[in-house]
């Protein structure tokens, strides 16, 4: 009788367990996976190695780790390590593995992958560049020994830097006759060098002040070490070796274009399976879309056929200065009462209340013309030392209809989101963190709440569609001008002609394209990651698998990865050790 009710017990709270432990397990691999140790690991591994190959230098009272250009010994090294984790990830139960950790494995072996593509390419580099630092050994010679404390023969040190001197300026007096150095080795040369001073001030630092026979000797030849290795530096500055300027039609923009070949492998890497051409097209259909959808709003404004007569309304909507972050305000509680109107995704009260605000100065204004965004935005807007007509086209181009596309992208449910989000739900995956995830997330809010009707009036549609048409020219002119097809002047003659923008905020998108240290794709990502989610979207949500709430929670919880392994993960897709990206999200 005991044993059949103990069994009646068992049965009965079976299943409570059973949910139990599914909830339990869902909670965890919210935050972490079968991979979750393996790649702390690794990060903190790769990160030891850069640490202490580095110089210290100080900075205030204390010295800090300087991550400088590498020294071979350094690269070597980190290139051992990540080969170790390669080979440590043959031997793992890739089989027994969570689809969380499947995703994980797959997005670390993509990492390291690239990691060692770009060590191999940096020794290719650094053997091209050889010839014009010859010096350079001697000077990994001497921080090395400083690493461990290594008293030394001073008087020797300071014959040796004397030496180094002779062969700087050797270098620099011979550098005048150079005619092959292109731009990309030109830059490298400049970053090994400043590297080299940074380490040798690391070194300089070490025993200034601690061993007299030091001050003694090595203060002179070292200052004019210094002096030497700066002027040899500003040589390379980035810029080839007697290269003609580039045309006023072009307004001093500088790039590099990476060409087809290297476009498709970066592609590749970030899990794009399509060809820079179909980009192209893709951008070219979208574009299509907001031209329709511009031509019906500039009709309901009275203005036919001529957006830009309509458009050209729309811009003289600006506030007065000083009212702009008023602006903010109203503009982001009408786009969280929207959201929460039509129950698409569930704000945490903290993050709604911790979000920030700033001003931007008029430098950075002169590469970034519009709002940027995280843990807080960042208003454009004009300031008391611009002339009267870059105030003018700041206002215009910041208009209340443009920034209503702008500043739940940057805020909520947007980059501050994001930055909230991701910094609780796996934060470890940070190392695979991508462009498409990043501007993917808040383009897909853009395209999300133009189509649930947020932006009522055709004023109001004309501001969302001008970022859109933006983000489609953003891949149109970047991919062409790193295919070699377009001149950055042409980039910013579409701008201005196709899209609308004011003539000094087009300059500035291009300049920061080219010149603000963004990937070749990073323009690319926004509308293609914002299109990949809206195709997971669809897949999950309109087919009535998940709810609006539910979808948008379990993508921010993936933290910011590419988004086929998003899609991996919410529908469970069989994955295997050698997968290749292949989600063809979009119908050509």
Same mark, same amino acid.
């Given at each position: ?255 590099? /274009?990476?060409? $087809?070949? !290297? @476009? +498709?492998? &970066? =592609?590749?890497? %970030? ?5 820079? *051409? ?42 007065? /200065?000083?009212? $702009?972050? !008023? @602006? +903010?305000? &109203? =503009?982001?509680? %009408? ?5 929460? *109107? ?247």
């Amino acid at each position: 009788m005991k044993k059949h009710l103990y069994r009646l017990l068992i049965m009965c709270l079976l299943p409570s367990l059973l949910f139990a432990q599914e909830k339990m397990a869902s909670a965890l691999y919210e935050q972490t996976s079968e991979m979750g140790t393996t790649i702390i690991t690794y990060q903190r591994d790769v990160k030891a190695i850069q640490d202490f190959y580095s110089p210290y230098i100080i900075e205030g009272t204390y010295p800090e780790v300087e991550h400088v250009y590498y020294s071979p010994e350094q690269r070597e090294r980190l290139l051992a390590v990540h080969k170790e984790y390669l080979k440590g990830l043959e031997h793992l139960d890739f089989d027994s593995f969570s689809i969380y950790g499947k995703v994980d494995y797959l997005l670390l072996k993509k990492e390291i992958g690239k990691e060692i593509g770009q060590l191999e390419n940096a020794e290719i580099n650094d053997q091209a560049i050889l010839k014009y630092i010859p010096f350079a050994q001697d000077i990994y010679a001497l921080e090395k020994e400083r690493r461990r404390g290594k008293a030394m023969d001073w008087q020797a040190v300071a014959t040796k830097l004397k030496a180094i001197l002779k062969v700087v300026e050797a270098s620099n007096a011979s550098l005048s006759k150079e005619t092959t150095l292109n731009k990309k080795l030109s830059g490298t040369a400049n970053e090994a060098i400043s590297g080299l001073k940074t380490r040798l001030r690391g070194f300089y630092e070490f025993y200034k002040g601690y061993d007299p026979l030091f001050d003694w000797w090595v203060p002179k030849p070292y200052d004019a070490l210094t002096v030497a290795l700066t002027n040899y530096a500003s040589l390379f500055s980035g810029k080839p070796i007697k290269e003609s300027l580039q045309k006023d039609s072009d307004y001093g923009i500088k790039g590099t /274009p990476i060409g $087809q070949t !290297e @476009l +498709i492998r &970066q =592609l590749s890497a %970030e899990m794009i399976p399509y060809t820079p *051409e179909e980009l192209v097209k893709i951008a070219e259909k979208e574009f299509a879309f907001c031209d329709q959808e511009l031509l019906k709003a500039s009709a309901d404004m009275g203005f036919g056929k001529d957006w830009k007569k309509a458009q050209e309304k729309v811009k003289e909507s600006f506030v007065a /200065p000083g009212k $702009q972050p !008023e @602006l +903010i305000v &109203q =503009l982001q509680k %009408e786009a969280l009462d929207f959201i929460r *109107e039509h129950n698409l995704i569930k704000i945490p009260a903290l993050a709604e209340e911790t979000w920030g605000m700033v001003m931007m100065s008029a430098e950075r204004q002169l590469v970034n013309p519009f709002f940027t965004g995280g843990r807080e935005i960042s208003v454009s807007y004009p300031t008391n030392t611009m002339n009267e007509g870059d105030k003018l086209m700041s206002m215009r181009g910041n208009n209340p209809y443009f920034s209503r596309g702008t500043v739940q992208h940057e805020l909520l449910p947007g980059h501050h989101l994001q930055y909230y989000m991701n910094s609780r739900y796996k934060n470890y995956r940070e190392l695979f963190t991508t462009p498409f995830g990043i501007e993917g997330w808040t383009l897909y809010w853009e395209l999300l709440l133009y189509d649930k009707g947020f932006a009522k009036s055709p004023e109001e549609r004309i501001g969302m569609l001008f970022w859109r048409m933006h983000r489609c020219a953003r891949i149109i002119f970047s991919l062409n001008y790193h295919l070699g097809k377009w001149t950055p002047g042409q980039c910013v003659d579409f701008l201005v002609n196709r899209v609308g923008h004011e003539p000094a905020n087009a300059e500035g998108e291009v300049r920061r394209s080219f010149e603000g240290g963004y990937s070749p794709l990073y323009q690319v990502a926004y509308m293609i990651g914002g299109l990949q989610l809206m195709a997971l979207k669809n897949e999950l949500v309109e087919s009535g698998k998940m709810s609006y709430n539910e979808f948008h929670e379990r993508v921010m919880k993936e933290n910011l990865i590419p988004m086929e392994m998003v899609r991996a993960t919410l529908t469970g897709q069989p994955l295997k050790r050698d997968f290749t990206t292949q989600w063809r999200f979009y119908k050509l």
